[in-house]
């Protein structure tokens, strides 16, 4: 069956949509109806999509094209608004990841989606591995023993570019409206909402004793070096320490610490690492889950409700005092104008030691960090 789809957001991560609804169209999956924007499609977008009606007001686009279903990739400050418009449309929605910048807006988002019927998938693509679909399996089997604790760690780096592309990049809130762009909340989202989904606490009620230890290397609103810890329904301790101030970036990494085997899940690369063995593993993208889900009832990989243990998360970070400024003499500098980075040095090792440990940056006595 062939599902119409409304794409809002054309460029930015909008862009990997476009590339998998062309690949779909391919295959007579689905049929792009309708593009919304606030800016004139791009060249490359324009040549191969100018054919389809577009429209910089997403319920205009909605009352002419009526769509099955509609991709909401905007900033996440908009989310609540353009959801509103989609689910009122009476269309089902993929909206990216994190869902809502505050628990209020994700929880109109998750009533409406529920009052009016239709299906409401989060952009959490990791949740959609066949390597995190594996441990999970494995986990609730018991294969991995009693789960000691789940440590995550991710160490990246970005440019004063990164932060300079919108108004939105790196702030707690604009214009008087929550936005939560932290790596805990945004870049390192994935981490935090896998490693709950792991544990099989997604739920709102299912976390507790929530401490958050953030900090900044840049001036900007947000954290970008940020260490999380938290109980889950389970008794199991999460940590997730994070930095996009590396000198050497990796790829994140989800350790499931079992009292018999050890994981290790690569969740950027579908990578699963059991006792040392690789496994690596396909996946399936959030779109074609939610068709699959249209079509044949599969199940959702995340649900909006799903995300309710991930919002309470976003809620405590938004609610924790501003990040604290990590001092000038633990700090390096490399590059000048957009491509200046800013690196705390040894940051790799310490990311790495709290997923070991399950313990804090103060409890591993990291100096910046105290
Ligand atoms: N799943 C992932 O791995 C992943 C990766 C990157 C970003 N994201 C998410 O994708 C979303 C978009 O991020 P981005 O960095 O591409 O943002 P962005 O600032 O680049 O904006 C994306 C597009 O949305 C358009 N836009 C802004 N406001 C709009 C509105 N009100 N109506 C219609 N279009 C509007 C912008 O003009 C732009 O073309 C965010 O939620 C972000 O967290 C997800």
């Not at 099989?200 to 954290?223: F, H, K, M, P, Y």
């Amino acid at each position: 069956m062939t599902r119409t789809i409304v794409l809002a957001g054309a460029a930015g991560y909008g862009g990997t949509y476009l590339r998998e609804i062309a690949e779909l169209e391919a295959r007579g999956r689905v049929r792009l109806v309708g593009l919304c924007d606030l800016h004139p499609l791009d060249t490359d977008t324009h040549k191969q999509f100018g054919d389809r009606p577009f429209d910089s007001r997403l319920d205009r686009l909605l009352a002419e094209t009526k769509p099955d279903l509609a991709i909401v990739a905007t900033p996440i400050h908009t989310h609540l608004p353009l959801s509103r418009h989609v689910l009122n449309a009476g269309s089902h929605l993929l909206l990216e990841k994190p869902p809502a910048p505050s628990a209020a807006e994700w929880r109109e988002v998750l009533t409406l989606a529920r009052h009016k019927g239709l299906s409401c998938q989060v952009g959490f693509q990791s949740l959609g591995s066949g390597a995190y679909a594996r441990l999970a399996k494995l986990m609730a089997a018991g294969e991995l023993g009693e789960i000691r604790g789940i440590g995550c760690y991710g160490a990246w780096s970005r440019d004063a570019a990164y932060y300079q592309r919108a108004a939105w990049a790196g702030r707690r809130e604009l214009d008087g409206v929550p936005v939560a762009d932290g790596a805990l909340t945004n870049p390192f989202a994935h981490a935090v909402a896998t490693a709950l989904a792991l544990d099989r606490s997604t739920g709102w009620d299912d976390v507790a004793d929530l401490d958050a230890e953030l900090l900044r290397v840049r001036d900007i609103q947000v954290d970008d070096t940020s260490c999380l810890r938290l109980r889950t329904r389970h008794n199991t301790v999460i940590t997730i320490a994070v930095t996009l101030a590396a000198q050497t970036p990796t790829e994140p990494v989800v350790v499931v610490h079992g009292t018999q085997r050890r994981a290790e899940l690569h969740y950027t690369r579908d990578l699963l690492v059991l006792d040392g063995q690789p496994e690596h593993h396909g996946r399936t993208s959030p779109l074609e889950n939610l068709l699959a889900h249209l079509d044949d009832g599969a199940r959702l990989q995340c649900d909006i409700e799903a995300c309710g243990a991930f919002t309470r998360v976003l809620e405590h970070i938004n609610a924790t005092p501003a990040p604290r400024l990590i001092s000038e003499p633990w700090l390096t500098r490399e590059g000048d104008g957009p491509t200046a980075r800013t690196h705390i040095p040894g940051v790799e090792q310490a990311v790495r030691a709290s997923a070991e440990k399950l313990a804090t940056f103060a409890e591993l006595a990291e100096p910046w960090a105290l």
